[in-house]
């Protein structure tokens, strides 16, 4: 696995609820916006539909909250929310017109999406608004005009390609997993939210042998501008 490249400025994370970002890229924000870089959050819905017995319009504002407070202790302070329908994102013209807009105007030179594959893993399958949302990004992405393509489009996902030791950067990760603290709360009552924070990064930041024997964030190279 070949190491994350270094010599960008600014990144843009593009996923589809809040907390996509925290189950396998926060780690590695939290590093690059300690070495100084600029890392933006957009989100297509406010997953509103996420918190079971609260009304939508109740758990799409407590959503973006937590989503900016985790987003915060990583270092991102610019998190777009988009108000498509959490739970029926679609690759339509109008998401991708709307990722195209914002690749244009935050001009970034990385952007890291979701992965978009059918399962993580045999009898693991994957949601639909994940692979609605990463089949809009990579279709914006070859759509844009090449003198405006990012130069590198990483998916989080499980075939990676590329790694960022984040070994310094886990327990910061966790914390921001952590700010989500009534989705989480709710999705598993039975167990401390620290707890289930530090579980799922443990999952996503593991140990690798083909890193050397690092802890990693774990990134897929879809696409590379020349």
């Not at 999406?113 to 914006?140: C, I, K, T």
Request: charged share 25%; hydrophobic share 40%; proline share 9%.
């Amino acid at each position: 696995m070949e190491s994350f490249p270094t010599d960008w400025q600014t990144a843009l994370v593009l996923v589809a609820h809040p907390d996509d970002p925290e189950y396998g890229m926060a780690a590695a924000v939290d590093r690059w916006t300690s070495e100084g870089k600029r890392v933006v959050y957009a989100l297509a819905s406010s997953g509103e539909q996420g918190i079971e017995g609260m009304p939508p319009a109740e758990a799409g504002p407590l959503r973006e909250a937590e989503q900016r407070a985790s987003a915060a202790i990583v270092g991102v302070g610019v998190v777009e929310f988009w108000g498509f329908p959490d739970s029926d994102i679609r690759n339509t013209p109008e998401l991708r017109q709307r990722i195209t807009q914002c690749i244009e105007d935050v001009a970034p030179q990385v952007i890291l999406s979701l992965y978009g594959g059918p399962e993580w893993a045999p009898g693991a399958p994957n949601q639909r608004d994940h692979m609605e949302f990463s089949a809009a990004v990579l279709d914006a992405y070859d759509a844009l005009d090449p003198t405006l393509r990012p130069a590198w489009l990483f998916e989080n996902g499980p075939h990676p390609t590329h790694g960022v030791d984040v070994g310094e950067h886990v327990d910061a990760a966790v914390a921001s997993l952590a700010a989500h603290e009534k989705y989480l709360s709710v999705l598993d009552p039975d167990t401390p939210v620290i707890d289930q924070a530090r579980q799922q990064v443990d999952m996503m930041t593991p140990v690798r042998d083909d890193f050397g024997g690092c802890r990693a964030a774990c990134f897929e190279l879809k696409r590379s501008a020349p």
